[in-house]
């Protein structure tokens, strides 16, 4: 089924290794993925949100649609998001391929709770040093 999917989580450092013979504790520069914690589907104002917000942290992208690709959030951005979801005032969404514009007042009611702990678990996870994103396929 055609349509858009959303996902927030976080990358966690890959924890040190003691070499046990040497005693040589080495530091992996690989951050694993986690399982998405949070996903969405047709949820075209956090979707609209979310893409305002990648293009003003990466003008130079303007010209490729945000797609297939992670958004990093820092304290600010989900503490901005979290004021928006309280306030009902997520960004209006003209359209997209398939995301669900037509009934996206009714996703923003259905998903404000689910907003809502996302931006209590993403602050958890940047106060616990975790890389959070959100990211999106279409």
Not at 46 to 51: H, S
Not at 82 to 100: A, R, S, T, V
């Amino acid at each position: 089924i055609m349509g858009l999917d959303q996902y927030g989580s976080f990358l966690q450092k890959e924890p040190e290794i003691k070499d046990k013979e040497t005693n040589v504790t080495y530091l992996p520069t690989a951050e694993k993925e986690t399982e998405s914690d949070f996903t969405w589907r047709k949820h075209a104002r956090l979707q609209q949100y979310m893409m305002e917000l990648y293009y003003n942290k990466y003008p130079d992208k303007h010209n490729r649609p945000f797609n297939c690709e992670k958004l990093f959030l820092s304290k600010e951005d989900v503490l901005d998001l979290q004021k928006k979801i309280e306030d009902e005032n997520l960004p209006f969404c003209e359209g997209g391929f398939f995301w669900g514009h037509q009934f996206q007042e009714e996703s923003c009611k259905e998903y404000k709770e689910q907003d809502l702990q996302f931006c209590k678990d993403a602050l958890k996870w940047l106060d616990e040093g975790k890389k959070v994103y959100y990211e999106c396929w279409w």
